[in-house]
């Protein structure tokens, strides 16, 4: 037996929690489209992203380390991936919907500069009097302007509720709206949870790549409370352990008791809000999917050491330091040969600007390409 789009628009109406998004009753998209007659609109988003050329650019883009220091460092793509994962067992534990979990989760980061955070602050820097840079609001131009699929319109004509997952940091700004529609105070249940899948991720995969590159130590390590939780749920399950299997196990845990802290604290605020719409979850008093105060204060702390030894240790940011020099450079060089750049990319010249273009040109390399770029016209 197969279904169709009609039978999964009931299945999401018979099973979803009544605050979570449902796909029949989404505000739809920019540019109307004939519905699919299999997909409903939320999987048809999400395979519209895995199919984008901002999506597979991200394989190319740094998360801590440089793409290309070593083949098992996470990248861009690999953390988006991880990412997502664990953005659908949380949707499917609230019983929201997992298709805009999803999407939202793989879009979110396509707006991202080459060389990881220092790239995105390198780039704010040059667009300081233009209008400034922020990769959330970046990933949003992409797929609405930036990306070059269809006839008829420019973008990936995502839905609306899409698109406003991805405005996480406007969400909470007095009166923000997309299309007249308010994104917040707080966002949909499905955006909450791809916001909160984000900081997952990167505690737990930011410390195995941190420990196989050896600039954090296990001695380090043991002295965080977070990471003392995560060895002594290893050490209950397993015992014996070698310490390389242990140290996997541990970072696997990580995951898993950062995740199970969000669904205890989340279901305790649904229980005491008790929301029976999305506007209810718009509006409620507090956000409803976040960890809890004790978890908070240790992952404050685990971001803390991460921040101090890791993204800010000497080896990480003398290599991003060099890269996003070199990309710098080739930024300005495409504000003085606007030629250099691609044919699309002149094409919106007249339109987005000098700047804005340049900004969206050096925003969608990825580090390989922007590198390639500086050695061809001798930037560094």
């Given amino acids: 037996m197969t279904h169709n789009r009609q039978e999964w628009e009931r299945l999401e109406a018979n099973d979803l929690a009544p605050y ?7 505000r739809g998209r920019k540019f109307a489209e004939p519905s699919h007659p299999v997909r409903p609109c939320f999987q048809r988003d999400r395979d ?3 199919h984008s050329r901002c999506f597979r ?24 991936i991880e990412m997502t994962a664990v953005g659908r067992t949380l949707a499917r534990a609230f019983r929201v919907n997992e298709d805009l979990t999803e999407t939202i989760c793989l879009a979110h980061d396509v707006g991202h500069s080459p060389f990881g955070h220092r790239g995105e602050y390198v780039l704010d820097e040059l667009m300081a009097k233009h209008g400034g840079f922020n990769h959330n609001l970046q990933s949003l131009r992409a797929i609405e302007k930036l990306e070059y699929q269809y006839p008829g319109f420019n973008g990936l004509n995502l ?16 009166g923000s709206e997309l299309d007249g529609h308010p994104i917040g105070p707080f966002q949909y249940l499905e955006a909450q949870i791809a916001d909160v899948a984000d900081d997952i991720s ?11 590159s050896g600039l954090i130590t296990l001695a380090q390590l043991q002295k965080l409370a977070f990471w003392q939780m995560a060895a002594a749920r290893s ?7 070698d310490e390389d299997q242990h140290r996997r196990i541990t970072i696997r845990n990580l995951l898993d008791l950062q995740a199970q802290d969000v669904l205890s604290e989340g279901r305790r605020r649904l229980e005491k809000h008790n929301p029976k719409n999305i506007s209810n979850i718009m509006n409620a008093p507090e956000r409803l999917v976040c960890f809890g105060r004790e978890m908070s204060d240790m992952l404050k702390e685990f971001s803390d050491f991460l921040y101090q030894q890791l993204y800010y240790h000497p080896a990480v940011s003398a290599a991003n330091t060099e890269a996003v020099e070199l990309m710098r450079g080739l930024f300005l060089h495409y504000v003085e040969h606007p030629e250099a750049m691609g044919r699309k990319a002149r094409e919106r010249l007249e339109k987005e600007g000098l700047m804005r273009t340049v900004c969206d040109y ?10 390639e770029e500086c050695e061809k016209y001798g930037i560094g």
Wanted: charged share 25%; hydrophobic share 35%; proline share 1%.
């Fill in 48 to 50: 519209r992203v895995l």
């Fill in 202 to 212: 990167y505690h737990a995969h930011d410390v195995d790549d941190g420990l196989s």
């Fill in 159 to 174: 839905t609306w509720e899409v698109r406003a997952g991805l405005l996480k940091h406007e969400a909470a700004s007095p």
């Fill in 362 to 371: 050096v925003a969608g390399c990825t580090d390989r390409y922007a590198m």
């Fill in 235 to 241: 050490d209950e399950q397993y015992g014996g352990l």
């Fill in 57 to 80: 650019r991200l394989e190319y883009k740094t998360q801590v380390f440089v793409n290309g220091t070593a083949d098992h460092y996470r990248t861009r793509l690999t953390h988006t």
């Fill in 20 to 26: 979570a998004a449902r796909s029949a009753e989404s």
